[in-house]
């Protein structure tokens, strides 16, 4: 809901224009609202995270954001919280409908219907703002049948501390999983970063104080990893797969977007429109 709030906003307050917002959890806040891993719909939001983008960058242009700290990067319960103020200063609650799963979302006529549990509405125009972050992307890992590895997604990570003194494996380096490896050295006995490259921003290998090895392209035995580059890794008690996700529009007609090769498709320049930014 963080981007629908935006969009929301956009088209009463500057357009004057009279939105309707589905949510299917029960507050506002979108990927910045935390929730437990048995929770469905709960978005990728572990305890120690904090934006890789300045604050200001992410403001709305009509509603700067204050920090109770003088890092630019801040923690996520600082987004949620100004994603509440926002919404307070503009009233923009008033259009948001709070746990309404849209089963569906089907065209009518020069216009669209949407179906939710509460029944069948219709609009002249729908804005999907469902966000990337539901649907993981699994690696392929051949010999897991046979492996007592516990393997897990970033999005079901919360804390390090149910990893204490184990021997982790994180797959994949891009911003979830160094950091994620990062916080796990206080508590689990080992961690090593796998992947196929690795951000550029970090120090060299002998300076950084996780070991960084090639991507995992197997599982062999009950607890050994097959590198990339056949190195063999033993004794892995867990991996974490900090592999990305998918987008998922299982609402929309089939064949209406395709998402095939990890990207939003066909878009031409006829579904572009120009507009104010902030």
């Not at 806040?29 to 929730?35: R, T």
């Not at 719909?41 to 934006?51: K, S």
């Not at 703002?129 to 992307?137: V, W």
């Amino acid at each position: 809901l963080s981007r629908g709030l935006g969009d929301v906003y956009k088209r009463q307050v500057r357009e004057g224009l009279v939105p309707v917002v589905f949510e299917r959890r029960e507050a506002l806040g979108g990927v910045w609202h935390p929730g437990p891993p048995t929770d469905p719909f709960a978005p990728p939001m572990y305890d120690g995270l904090r934006t890789n983008l300045p604050a200001e960058v992410m403001a709305f242009r009509d509603h700067p954001f204050t920090s109770s700290t003088t890092s630019p990067f801040v923690r996520h319960t600082e987004v949620r919280a100004y994603l509440d103020g926002f919404a307070r200063a503009f009233d923009l609650s008033r259009y948001l409908r709070l746990g309404s799963n849209v089963h569906a979302v089907r065209q009518h006529g020069s216009g669209w219907e949407v179906e939710t549990p509460a029944g069948r509405e219709r609009f002249d125009a729908v804005a999907v703002c469902n966000g990337h972050y539901a649907a993981p992307r699994w690696p392929e890992l051949p010999g897991r049948s046979h492996s007592r590895i516990r393997i897990s997604h970033s999005r079901s990570y919360r804390a390090p501390t149910a990893f204490e003194a184990q021997r982790v494996a994180v797959l994949g380096a891009k911003a979830s999983g160094v950091d994620i490896a990062l916080e796990l050295r206080a508590h689990a006995a080992s961690v090593v970063l796998c992947g196929r490259d690795f951000p550029s921003r970090l120090p060299p290998s002998e300076e950084w104080p996780v070991a960084r090895h090639p991507a995992i392209t197997a599982l062999a035995g009950q607890n050994n990893l097959v590198l990339a580059d056949g190195t063999v890794l033993e004794n892995i008690d867990s991996i974490v797969c900090c592999t990305g996700y998918r987008y998922a529009f299982e609402f929309l007609p089939a064949g209406l977007v395709d998402t095939h090769d990890g990207s939003v498709g066909p878009v031409s320049y006829t579904h572009l429109r120009a507009h104010e930014t902030g």
